[in-house]
Every structure is written in structure tokens, then in C-alpha cells.
């Protein structure tokens, strides 16, 4: 057995615990030793009986002089009692609901047992206390134990995988191999550090000696995870720095027209972001930024500046979004932007049989799939917008120079070489946009190999959105209200966090909310669906007649949480707020707000304990997306951060961000290294286990 071993060549570990532990993305041995605890149970405080006291966290050793379960008088339900004595005295053990334990603790045995103490009628008792067996023939210390007389790891679960059984699994690992274990990381920077050698390290983050011994096998792990974040994002700007990509010159002329153009005024970060990008891709080598502001700020306004600079010097533009929806509404405003410029413009989704192309004079153009591929590669498609369908085998550009995509704020160069397939030997520029603040930590970490504009200010004449928080008994007064704006040619939308009622669980789904409300509510009112799981002509369609406002309220999912702009709309009425995060919820709140008229956001709380949190009053004195975020992450703590799950970032990073000198330090330690060996020869150990932490967290 070493670090490569797959988990299935372990013994004990069978197919139904391979698939649990893949769950948690655990293949290897390597993995196994790298799944950390995220917190611990203190049960080092073994104390004789005579000594325990009521009310306090102990452990005891002891013998069982007998245990048996019996029914309560609650139906169904069973209560196990055991009573262990040691050689001061004796205390009954009290489990709920465990009627296994009498074939697991027989009478005899001899155990730890650790819980809390809790007054009963006859005497105090250890209510539900861990257990585990002695092997010795008396209860003689615990340094032989794994899970009581000591400081315990309490590990990311899944179902049917407990930590004690992980505890089980690792501890015999940990054991045969922790000499196997090479450090990563420089001597030069353990010593300055005064960090654990990794050894260590790995024994008392799993099985720690005290909490203050845990917290330095944290720390050294913390700082372990942001420095390889750093070498890759650093080494990320040092491989587009060697890459060509082709130089697009301004066209102050071009620019100037279109800006002349628009039905607005630009603002001032409007002005600044896009002045930023243009210089960018004046460059010989890849521009690699990303595009930030509140929804309505404006980006998507900066983004065709840029590719229309970019069209109107030969090349060919790429703009991805996330969603169908969000794809075919970018056609749309784009093409009102530049359909006084001459640009064939494509659209190319996954679910459509056809596709469409807009020349001048605002005619559409109906082609075959293949038709428009052909198109794009001979370059006649000056600009094509879609899903990911884009990066598919089949598309192929004939001189592609940009890349903008929609909320994906990582694209490596290999992405990038794959999405241009054509004749060109260049890497594209790439321009990411979102419209989800990022803490500045976050920012500084994840996304370091970005630069980073900053779209900070709303259009002039937008108004400040009311935002509210509704409990229960104030329902009927929001509804009212709701219908009140309606018969004032106004709209709203409803949001639900599920599609469908699942079990017994009280969450409210689109489907039951869209019945209560066309029915119940408003029955005199137009009343849409929309979700997931409708096909894309059904989207197309329902968010069509909402535009158009054939549709008084659409009850949705988080399907409209990005993108969508209706300004007619000026209701955002939000359910099962607890199951959404802050930076989310602002994000639906921008769905509203986006024209002259005074806008609302309303928070369903469905139990007062909800209606006044601290999140929820944050995003009602809060409008500023950028504040809204580092208040996200001071309440919800960093491992909760809306996100944080879906980029796969360990806890142990996000469980830094605060810490703005461990990140500069971090940084430092990279720079140096990189600058002297920027192929990490001298490093091949650091190199492998940087290449097994970036496939791990998904930084491509």
C-alpha cells in the first residue's frame, strides 16, 4: 500500500463504501489522508465516576454490569440502559432510539464512554454518550484508543459514512505510512514559517495531541493550500504571457460612434472598464480580465464595445452565457446595440434544431445548423452567441480574437486553444463578466491571474429598490400591494428555491405556488411558470410573453437569477429565503430596478427566527453588491460562502480569507520561487503535488 493505492484495493472497503467515499471525492489512499476534520470533539477529560459533576462534557472508563433496551411509551420509539462502573463508583448510560447497542455492549465489557451528565429522577446518568471497547483487561488510560480519551475528529460526511468509521479507516493508514510522506513545501519556508513538517502535520490534524497541536497542523495546511493557489495562478499569467494573441488596435472613430449611438449616457466606470479592456487587447498577448458590476450596471454594454472594436479590425468575436435564456437575450440586446454597424451576428444553443443569423435592415435570416458552422468558419459570422455548445468539436472559427463569456470566470489556455480549432495559431483574448460580487479576498486569491475591472456606479435615474422583509402575517398585505402595481401596469416575479414539493419537506415549489397564486390569489390576474425543466421553445416563449407583458407575474425558479431584464418589471418577491445565500438573493433583487419606476423586493420568511437574521437584515440597509459580499462572508463564515462549493475550494483556503498577511505571504513565497524556476525543475515533488491539488479543486 501507498499514497496511489486506490481505496478499492483497501481492505474492508467494499463496492457499497468505494461509491460513499467517491461521494466525497475520495479515490485514493493519498485522498483518504487529505480528508481533513472540520471540527473535533474534546474527549481527553477522563475522570473517575466519584469526580463527575452534573452538566459537564466527560469521559469515563469502566465495566458494564448490565444493559438492556426497553419501549417508551412513545410508539415506536426505544430506550437503552447500560450501567458502567469503575472503581469509585457506577453511572447509568441513557441512549435513545439504539436498541443495536445491547449486541454491541455486553455485560462485562469493558468500555469508554463519553457524553454529558444530566440530571434525572434518579440521579444524574450520561444521556447518549460515544462509546468505545477496551481491549485492555482493565480500563488503564486512553492512548490506545481511537475515539474516546482524546481529542476526536468529527469529518465531511455523506450518508451511510460516518466519521466514525472514517476514524476506523485512517487511524491503520495513518499509522503504516505516515514515514512515506515527503513534504511539498521548501525547507526555507517551514523554517521561516515555523510550520509543521508534514509528518506531523498529517497525525494531529487527524488524531491531535491537544486543540493547540490541531490548530498548527490547520495552519500549516492553510498556508500550504493558498501557496499552491498562488504558484498556479502566477504560473497561469506566466504561460498567456508566452503565449501570441492577436494585437487589435483602437478605433477611436468606431468607438466613438457607437458610444454616440446608445439611448444613454455611459458612466464614468462604464467609460473606465471599457477604456481598460480596449488597451488590453491593443497588446500582443492574450488579455486575461475580468469584467465586475451589480446587475444593470452596464456590462454588457462594455463587452460589445470591445468586440465591435474587435470585428471592425477583421476578427472574429465568441460569446458564451450560462443558460439558453440568458443566450438568446444577449442576441437580442447586442444586436439593438450594433444593428446600425454591419455585423452578421449567430446563435448557436444546444436544444435548437435551427439557428438564426440577423443582418442589416433587421431581417432574420433562418439557416441549417451546419449552414451557420459553415459560416463561422469562413469568418462571414462576425460574431456568435450561445451556451456552451460553442466549445463542441463541431464549431470552428476562421480568425477568432475574443472570447466573453457570462459568469465563468475561469478559462485556462488549454480552453482556449480547443475553442479555436481554425486556422489561427493565436489564443484568444478573453473577457469575463459577473454580475456576483467577489470579496476582495477572493478576489486577490481565486482569481489572481485576472485582472479585474470594476463597474461600480448604475445608470443615472435608477432609484434605490425597497427591500423588505415579510413574515407570515404580513402576507396578505404584500399580495395586495403586488396586485396594486400590477393594475398599475407594472409586473412582479415570484421566486421558489424548488421545481417540485419534495417528501415532507415545507418548501415552497413552483408548481404549488404557481396553482396557489393563479387560483387563489390572484385569479384576476395572468399568471406564468417558468423552470428548468421546460424545454428551451417553452422558455423562449414564456419569457417572450413576459416581456411583451402578455404575463402580470412569473413564478420561477433561480432560472432568472442572472441576466434576464424585463424593465417593466418592478416586484421581486422572494420565497424560502433561508434556502438561498445573500450574494444570491441580491442577484434576483437585481432582476428589478432596471428602469425609472420605484422597484420592491419582498422576503418571504416562513418562521419569524428566519425574519430577522442577520443576512436578511444586511440585504435590506445594504444596496451595494461589493459591501453586500464582505458581509456575506464576515456572517455566513467563509466554508458557507455562496459559491464557495461549486468551485471546489477547500475549507482550509476559505477558512483564510481574512487572513490578508497569510495571502501575502503566500504570494511572496510564489514569486520568488517562480522567478528563479518558473518550471519548477528544481521542485518536482512541490510540481507533482500542485498538479494533484489543481485537478482536486477544479482550478481549470
Not at 17 to 41: A, C, N, S
Request: one cysteine or more; proline letters at 5%.
Amino acid at each position: 500500500m501507498d499514497l496511489a493505492t486506490p481505496i478499492q484495493n483497501l481492505s474492508g472497503i467494499g463496492p457499497v463504501f468505494q461509491k460513499k467515499l467517491k461521494k466525497l471525492g475520495i479515490k485514493t489512499v493519498d485522498d483518504l489522508l487529505f480528508h481533513f476534520p472540520h471540527r473535533y470533539e474534546d474527549f481527553s477529560n477522563v475522570k473517575k465516576i466519584s469526580q463527575l459533576k452534573i452538566n459537564e462534557n466527560c469521559c469515563i472508563g469502566g465495566k458494564i454490569l448490565g444493559i438492556e433496551t426497553s419501549r417508551t411509551w412513545k410508539k415506536g420509539l426505544s430506550l437503552t440502559k447500560a450501567v458502567a462502573q469503575d472503581d469509585t463508583g457506577a453511572i447509568e448510560a441513557v441512549w435513545f432510539n439504539q436498541p443495536y447497542l445491547t449486541k454491541v455492549l455486553k455485560q462485562g465489557d469493558l468500555v469508554y464512554l463519553a457524553g454529558k451528565t444530566t440530571l434525572g429522577k434518579h440521579g444524574f446518568y450520561l444521556s447518549n454518550p460515544a462509546y468505545e471497547k477496551s481491549s485492555d483487561c482493565a480500563p488503564r488510560g486512553s492512548a490506545h484508543l481511537t475515539h474516546m480519551g482524546r481529542i476526536v475528529p468529527v469529518y465531511p460526511e455523506t450518508e451511510g459514512l460516518s466519521s466514525r468509521w472514517l476514524r476506523n479507516i485512517i487511524q491503520p493508514i495513518l499509522v503504516n505510512l505516515k514515514n512515506d510522506l515527503r513534504d511539498p513545501l521548501p525547507e526555507k519556508i517551514i523554517r521561516e514559517q515555523n510550520l509543521l513538517p508534514i509528518k506531523e502535520a498529517v497525525w494531529q490534524i487527524h488524531f491531535p495531541d491537544s486543540l493547540a497541536l490541531a490548530e498548527r497542523a490547520k495552519e500549516r495546511f492553510s498556508f500550504e493550500e493558498l501557496f499552491f493557489i498562488e504558484l498556479w495562478v502566477l504560473r497561469e499569467r506566466m504561460k498567456l504571457a508566452e503565449e501570441k494573441a492577436p494585437p487589435i488596435p483602437i478605433n477611436i472613430e468606431l468607438v466613438k460612434r457607437l458610444v454616440e449611438s446608445l439611448p444613454f449616457k455611459l458612466t464614468d466606470a462604464q467609460r473606465k472598464s471599457a477604456w481598460a479592456i480596449l488597451k488590453d487587447l491593443e497588446k500582443p498577448r492574450p488579455m486575461n480580465r475580468l469584467l465586475e458590476g451589480e446587475a444593470g450596471s452596464g456590462k454588457t454594454v462594455v463587452a460589445t464595445l470591445a468586440a465591435l472594436n474587435a470585428i471592425k479590425a477583421g476578427c472574429q468575436v465568441a460569446f458564451m452565457a450560462p443558460t439558453e435564456i440568458l443566450a438568446k437575450q444577449h442576441f437580442k440586446t447586442i444586436w439593438e446595440i450594433v444593428k446600425n454597424f454591419k455585423l452578421n451576428i449567430g446563435l448557436l444553443t444546444g436544444k435548437e434544431d435551427k439557428f438564426y443569423s440577423k443582418k442589416l435592415k433587421n431581417d432574420w435570416i433562418e439557416i441549417s445548423r451546419q449552414k451557420l458552422l459553415e459560416k463561422t468558419l469562413s469568418g462571414e459570422i462576425n460574431l456568435l452567441i450561445g451556451t456552451h455548445a460553442l466549445i463542441q468539436g463541431e464549431v470552428k472559427f476562421g480568425n477568432l480574437a475574443l472570447v466573453i463569456i457570462d459568469e465563468q470566470h475561469r478559462f485556462g489556455v488549454e480552453q482556449r486553444a480547443r475553442l479555436v480549432r481554425g486556422p489561427t495559431s493565436n489564443i484568444p483574448h478573453f473577457l469575463s463578466m459577473t454580475a456576483t460580487p467577489i470579496p476582495r479576498t477572493l478576489a486577490m486569491t481565486i482569481y489572481g491571474d485576472l485582472d479585474l475591472s470594476v463597474i461600480d456606479q448604475l445608470p443615472k435615474g435608477r432609484k434605490k429598490i425597497i427591500t423588505a422583509i415579510v413574515p407570515p402575517s404580513e402576507r396578505k398585505k404584500t399580495y395586495d400591494f403586488i396586485r396594486k402595481e400590477v393594475k398599475n401596469e407594472r409586473q412582479a416575479f415570484v421566486i421558489c428555491p424548488r421545481i417540485e414539493e419534495e417528501g415532507k419537506l415545507e418548501i415552497r415549489s413552483v408548481k404549488a405556488e404557481y396553482e396557489k397564486l393563479s387560483k387563489q390569489i390572484f385569479p384576476d390576474l395572468r399568471v406564468a411558470m417558468l423552470h428548468g425543466k421546460m424545454t428551451g421553445s417553452e422558455k423562449e416563449r414564456t419569457m417572450r410573453d413576459f416581456r411583451n407583458k402578455k404575463t402580470d407575474v412569473l413564478v420561477s425558479t433561480s432560472v432568472v437569477e442572472v441576466g434576464v431584464d424585463i424593465p417593466n418589471a418592478t416586484v421581486m418577491a422572494i420565497e424560502g429565503v433561508d434556502r438561498f445565500g445573500l450574494a444570491q438573493l441580491h442577484q434576483f433583487r437585481g432582476r428589478v430596478g432596471r428602469s425609472e419606476h420605484q422597484s420592491y423586493c419582498f422576503l418571504f420568511a416562513d418562521a419569524a427566527g428566519i425574519a430577522y437574521n442577520r443576512r436578511l437584515r444586511a440585504l435590506v440597509h445594504c444596496q451595494n453588491g461589493f459591501e453586500l459580499a464582505e458581509k456575506d462572508l464576515a456572517i455566513r463564515g467563509p466554508g458557507d460562502f455562496t459559491g464557495a462549493r461549486q468551485w471546489g475550494i477547500p475549507d482550509l483556503v476559505m477558512n483564510s480569507l481574512g487572513n490578508i498577511s497569510l495571502l501575502e505571504k503566500t504570494k511572496e513565497y510564489a514569486r520568488e520561487i517562480l522567478a528563479k524556476d518558473p518550471r519548477l525543475k528544481a521542485y518536482p515533488l512541490l510540481k507533482e503535488r500542485l498538479g494533484q491539488f489543481r485537478e482536486k479543486v477544479h482550478l481549470e
